[in-house]
């Protein structure tokens, strides 16, 4: 029986993917920074391993056939977690022959000048450069994160929204998302596989509005260039490639899970 060790295990993607993988009779293994929880199901292994250190990193991949590498961090130290901690996973899973690595991008990475998109496109450089059989998937931003942003804005009742509302996202459920992204589990493409887009392309303006009706919130949403500096927003370079939608595959709609769908 094969054991998939899921890196990132414990974050929003990871967590569909545990899901989703749990009830089937295989073992998984989530490779975490952090202990193992009390109420850890029987069929699931629980691997301590920093991938910016390069602690536990091969008794985590010891024993495992296939890795989804879900791992990543976002906030701050992305160089040596998703490039170098990334070249000693793919280090150890060559050494324990591993049958696939399949990697986990974003879509747009190589058109958009966002510095965590830079590393995210040297961490593909990596995973292509490797001996193993791979694939990498790339994702467009979750309907959570597009959550993510909205949310801090709205913490004060009433105040106007203010945002770049002609920014574009095709957003997808992650739980869609990881349900797609595991039908490529077991053939590795050895290159990129088709992108995973959500079912539609929208303005963050009508987003925001859909949110808000869903909430039944009336305050009025202002279009800004420079939103409200509480929330993180990435260089006016950036968001005017969001704007162009370079973060978008129309041609590769997935799920039918909507924005809509999502808030309400
Ligand atoms: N969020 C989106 O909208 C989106 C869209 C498309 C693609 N993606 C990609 O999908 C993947 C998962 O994203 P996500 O939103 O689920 O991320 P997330 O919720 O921020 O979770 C990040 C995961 O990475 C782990 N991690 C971070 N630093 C680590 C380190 N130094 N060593 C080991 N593990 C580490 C964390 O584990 P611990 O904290 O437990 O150690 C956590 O499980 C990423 O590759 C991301 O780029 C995300």
Same mark, same amino acid.
């Given at each position: 029986?094969?054991?998939?060790?899921?890196?990132?295990?414990?974050?929003?993607?990871?967590?569909?993917?545990?899901?989703?993988?749990?009830?089937?009779?295989?073992?998984?293994?989530?490779?975490?920074?952090?202990?193992?929880?009390?109420?850890?199901?029987?069929? !699931?292994?629980?691997?301590?391993? $920093?991938?910016?250190?390069?602690?536990?990193?091969?008794?985590?991949?010891?024993?495992?056939?296939? !890795? !989804? &590498? *879900?791992?990543?961090?976002?906030?701050? &130290?992305?160089?040596?977690?998703?490039?170098?901690?990334?070249?000693?996973?793919?280090?150890?899973?060559?050494? #324990?022959?591993?049958?696939?690595?399949? #990697?986990?991008?974003?879509?747009?990475?190589?058109?958009?000048?966002?510095?965590?998109?830079?590393?995210?496109?040297?961490?593909?450089?990596?995973?292509?450069?490797?001996?193993?059989?791979?694939?990498?998937?790339?994702?467009?931003?979750? #309907?959570?994160?597009?959550? &993510?942003?909205?949310?801090?804005?709205?913490?004060?009742?009433?105040?106007?929204?203010?945002?770049?509302?002609?920014?574009?996202?095709?957003?997808?459920?992650?739980?869609?998302?990881?349900?797609?992204?595991?039908?490529?589990?077991?053939?590795? *493409?050895?290159?990129?596989?088709?992108?995973?887009?959500?079912?539609?392309?929208?303005?963050?303006?009508?987003?925001?509005?859909?949110?808000?009706?869903?909430?039944?919130?009336?305050?009025?949403?202002? #279009?800004?260039?420079?939103?409200?500096?509480?929330?993180?927003?990435?260089?006016?370079?950036?968001?005017?490639?969001?704007?162009?939608?370079? $973060?978008?595959?129309?041609?590769?709609?997935?799920?039918?899970?909507?924005?809509?769908?999502?808030?309400?």
């Amino acid at each position: 029986m094969s054991t998939i060790l899921i890196t990132g295990g414990t974050g929003t993607f990871g967590r569909d993917l545990t899901a989703l993988l749990q009830p089937t009779a295989r073992t998984l293994r989530i490779m975490s920074r952090k202990p193992a929880p009390p109420d850890l199901p029987a069929n !699931i292994e629980w691997a301590v391993a $920093n991938l910016a250190t390069g602690t536990g990193i091969d008794d985590a991949v010891r024993g495992a056939d296939i !890795i !989804i &590498n *879900a791992a990543s961090d976002s906030g701050g &130290n992305t160089h040596q977690a998703d490039v170098v901690g990334l070249q000693s996973l793919l280090n150890a899973a060559q050494s #324990h022959k591993i049958s696939h690595f399949l #990697h986990i991008s974003i879509v747009g990475i190589d058109q958009m000048p966002f510095g965590y998109y830079r590393h995210k496109l040297d961490a593909e450089a990596v995973v292509s450069a490797s001996v193993l059989p791979y694939s990498i998937a790339r994702i467009t931003q979750f #309907h959570s994160l597009v959550l &993510n942003i909205l949310e801090p804005s709205l913490k004060i009742p009433g105040a106007p929204l203010r945002i770049p509302t002609d920014i574009q996202f095709q957003s997808i459920d992650s739980r869609e998302a990881a349900a797609q992204t595991l039908t490529y589990l077991h053939t590795p *493409a050895n290159g990129r596989l088709p992108d995973i887009g959500g079912p539609e392309v929208l303005m963050l303006g009508e987003m925001a509005q859909t949110l808000l009706d869903a909430r039944g919130d009336s305050r009025p949403i202002e #279009h800004t260039l420079t939103p409200d500096p509480k929330v993180f927003w990435p260089s006016p370079e950036a968001i005017e490639a969001y704007r162009r939608g370079l $973060n978008t595959t129309p041609d590769h709609c997935c799920g039918s899970i909507t924005w809509r769908d999502f808030v309400t």
